[in-house]
Nanobody, 124 residues
């Protein structure tokens, strides 16, 4: 059974840091690109960052460049999102998703499998 399980969310003050993890099972993890997406209240889901199957290619939304870092450990079937200098506008539910392609366009409609999400609230 294919699963993507996010963890690491929570409440953090502006300027703080969090690290999200996405643990995968039930499929050949290192064949898939993986992405992080988020959905703020009342807004559409958007791409945050994606990483290729081997971890050699990454991309980021302009709004998080220089603050977030995506990485993966294929031996552990896990993808991480290190988030620094968090802002209130980073608040939302963060989802991990898998793309059957080895390099993802990091678009919501391109992703094949989704986790259930983890909530991040950035507030003082």
């Amino acid at each position: 059974q294919l699963q993507l399980v996010e963890s690491g969310g929570g409440l953090v003050q502006p300027g703080g840091s969090l690290r999200l993890s996405c643990a995968a099972s039930g499929f050949t993890f290192d064949y898939y690109a993986i992405g992080w997406f988020r959905q703020a209240p009342g807004k559409e889901r958007e791409g945050v960052s994606c990483i290729s199957s081997r971890g050699t290619i990454t991309n980021y939304a302009d709004s998080v460049k220089g603050r977030f870092t995506i990485s993966r450990d294929n031996a552990k079937n896990t993808v991480y999102l290190q988030m620094n200098s968090l802002k209130p506008e980073d608040t939302g539910v963060y989802y991990c998703a898998a793309d059957r392609q080895t390099i993802s366009k990091c678009l919501v409609n391109n992703m094949d499998y989704w986790g259930k999400g983890t909530l991040i609230t950035v507030s003082s």
